[in-house]
C-alpha cells in the first residue's frame, strides 16, 4: 500500500504563485508515475501535470508555461508550483501515484486552493 499526503494549499491572490507538496509513503517501489490533478468546484477531476521516473514531466495546457513539477527534497515527495494565478486555478488538487507493477492507484486527500481577487 502507498500513502499519499498532500500539502501547501490554502488562500492566494491573483498573480501570486502556490507551491504544492506530495509525500509518498509506504510500499512506493512499483511507483512510475506521479501526477497532480485539480476538480474546479462544480466540474470534473482534471489532470495538471505528472512526473515519470525517469525524469519526462507533462503539462496540460491550462497550466503549461507557468508550472514546474519536480522532485521534492525529500525522498518520494513531488512537488507543483503555479505561477500567475487566476480564479480558474481554484480548486482541490489531488496528487495520484501509479505504475505497471502498482496494484491500484493511489489517491490523497486532496489540498484546497482558493484565489482570490
Known amino acids: 500500500q502507498v500513502q499519499l499526503v498532500e500539502s501547501g494549499g490554502g488562500l492566494v491572490q491573483a498573480g501570486g504563485s502556490l507551491s504544492l507538496s506530495c509525500a509518498a509513503s509506504?510500499?512506493?517501489?512499483?511507483?512510475?508515475?506521479m501526477e497532480w490533478y485539480r476538480q474546479p468546484p462544480g466540474k470534473e477531476r482534471v489532470l495538471v501535470a505528472a512526473?515519470?521516473?525517469?525524469?519526462?514531466?507533462y503539462y496540460a495546457d491550462s497550466v503549461k508555461g507557468r508550472s514546474t513539477i519536480s522532485r521534492g527534497n525529500a525522498k518520494n515527495t513531488v512537488s507543483l508550483q503555479v505561477n500567475s494565478l487566476n480564479s480558474e486555478d481554484t480548486a482541490i488538487y489531488y496528487c495520484?501515484?501509479?505504475?505497471?507493477?502498482?496494484?491500484?492507484?493511489?489517491w490523497g486527500q486532496g489540498t484546497q486552493v482558493t484565489v482570490s481577487s
Open positions: 509506504g510500499d512506493t517501489t512499483c511507483i512510475s508515475l
Open positions: 512526473l515519470t521516473s525517469s525524469g519526462y514531466a
Open positions: 495520484n501515484a501509479h505504475g505497471s507493477h502498482c496494484p491500484k492507484d493511489y
